[in-house]
């Protein structure tokens, strides 16, 4: 189990992304090297979100299942593991007791 602690060099918005009435919170990095990156919990819910780029979100503290556009299993991730989301799709998330702590990379 291999989990991100920190990011080096990055330059972090002050301002936070709120999605489904403070369900997700997240903050945007941008890395050195011009790559972009969310950080940010997940409290206990059933959440849908659409990707534009593709996605791989990566476990750092607590757990979750998603089910993918498309299929009906249900897979489940924790910390150290990370779930890989096509570009132009969507996915479900469900977060159960613990909140679901993230790291997402684009592209």
Not at 25 to 49: E, H, M, N, R
Not at 54 to 80: H, I, N, T, Y
């Amino acid at each position: 189990m291999n989990i991100t602690a920190t990011l080096e060099n990055t330059v972090v918005t002050t301002q936070a992304n709120v999605y489904f009435d403070g369900k997700c919170v997240s903050y945007s990095l941008l890395l050195s090297d011009g790559a972009i990156k969310t950080v940010g919990v997940i409290l206990p819910s059933l959440l849908t979100f659409k990707t534009g780029a593709p996605e791989a979100v990566e476990g750092v503290a607590g757990c979750c299942r998603v089910r993918l556009a498309g299929s009906d299993e249900w897979k489940a991730f924790a910390a150290g593991e990370t779930f890989h989301v096509p570009g132009n799709s969507s996915f479900d998330i469900e977060v159960a007791g613990e909140p679901y702590h993230y790291i997402c990379h684009f592209g």
